[in-house]
């Protein structure tokens, strides 16, 4: 099983910057697995946020696609998850999931994914 360990917590005010990472460790062999970001607000479902596919197919939440995007260090197994213009809904714990494949239609669902990290709170407010 993969280990994932995001970072890049913090309290931020709206409309600035924030990046998280996820690093992967162990598990399969080599780095050609899915990874994605989800985040989950107090009293709320888990949402997928963004999906990576080491082939550089990516899939960003219609909703957040204008301010958050999601890249990844293949040679390190660095997942990012960058974001701009934050606002006090973007708070959330923030985690990091994997998987050896996930079907492609459903890459932001989080049932479909086996392996998490233990998250990272994301705090906006004034």
Excluded at 64 to 78: A, E, M, T, V, Y
Aim: net charge neutral; with cysteine.
């Amino acid at each position: 099983q993969v280990q994932l360990m995001e970072s890049g917590r913090g309290s931020v005010q709206p409309g600035e910057s924030l990046t998280l990472s996820c690093t992967a460790s162990g598990g399969w062999s080599d780095s050609s697995y899915y990874m994605a970001w989800f985040r989950q607000a107090p009293g709320k479902r888990r949402e997928g946020v963004a999906a990576y596919i080491n082939d550089g197919e990516q899939e960003v939440a219609d909703s957040l696609s204008g301010r958050f995007r999601i890249s990844k260090d293949i040679s390190q197994n660095i997942l990012y998850l960058h974001m701009s213009e934050l606002i006090p809904e973007d708070t959330a714990t923030y985690y990091c999931a994997a998987d050896r494949w996930v079907n492609r239609a459903r890459l932001l669902r989080a049932n479909q994914w086996n392996s998490w990290g233990k998250g990272t709170q994301v705090t906006v407010s004034a």
